[in-house]
Every structure is written in structure tokens, then in C-alpha cells.
């Protein structure tokens, strides 16, 4: 069983930078990781996602150039770095794995609680 717990939201104004890092229970090597955000009344969406070695990474069109997904499966880390902020990053960003099979049938076995992330215009 996998515990995730993520740490690093906040307040920042547009153009911003924040990281957020996501710390796993459990080892994370077999399984793909993720970010997800979710904004209130909607569906929680992708925003990056990092194959078990991290030689694969997948990024959201929205965020691809700002934001970078890294994982540390030593240390049993996964890291968003979010620069270039924007408003409508606005939302409680959720870390997420799987196995990579069910990673790409959409099915993320493991959530963390999520943290908040706010840009002021």
C-alpha cells in the first residue's frame, strides 16, 4: 500500500513560481506518478504524469513550457516545479500513482490529499 502526502501550495502571485512535493509510503518504483488538478465542480484533470524510471513524461497543453514533473524513487519523491504562474493555475493539485498498466487506462490507484495552490491576478 501506497500513502502519498503532498506539501508546497500556497499563495503567489501571477508569474510566480511554486514547487510542490509529493512524499510516498510504501516505495514508488513500480508505478507511474502524476499530478492532477481539480477546480471546484469539475472533474479532476492531468497535469503531468512521469513513467516508473522517468524516462517518459506527459504534460497537460496548458502547463507544457511552465511546469516540470520529476521523481526521486530513492527517496520516494515526486516534485512539480510550477513557474510562469497564471490564474487559472488556481486549483487543489492532487498527487497520484499507479501501476503503469492501469496508468494508462486512467485508473490512479493512489491519492494524496491534495494541496492548494492560489494565483492573484
Known amino acids: 500500500q501506497v500513502q502519498l502526502v503532498e506539501s508546497g501550495g500556497g499563495l503567489v502571485q501571477t508569474g510566480g513560481s511554486l514547487r510542490l512535493s509529493c512524499i510516498a509510503s510504501g516505495g514508488i518504483s513500480n508505478y507511474d506518478m502524476a499530478w492532477f488538478s481539480q477546480t471546484p465542480g469539475k472533474e479532476r484533470e492531468l497535469v503531468a504524469r512521469?513513467?516508473?524510471?522517468?524516462?517518459?513524461?506527459e504534460y497537460a497543453d496548458s502547463v507544457k513550457g511552465r511546469f516540470t514533473i520529476s521523481r526521486d524513487n530513492a527517496k520516494g519523491t515526486v516534485a512539480l516545479q510550477m513557474v510562469s504562474l497564471k490564474p487559472e493555475d488556481t486549483a487543489v493539485y492532487y498527487c497520484a500513482g499507479a501501476l503503469p498498466w492501469r496508468a494508462n487506462l486512467k485508473i490512479w490507484d493512489y491519492w494524496g490529499q491534495g494541496t492548494q495552490v492560489t494565483v492573484s491576478s
Open positions: 512521469v513513467s516508473r524510471r522517468g524516462e517518459e513524461l
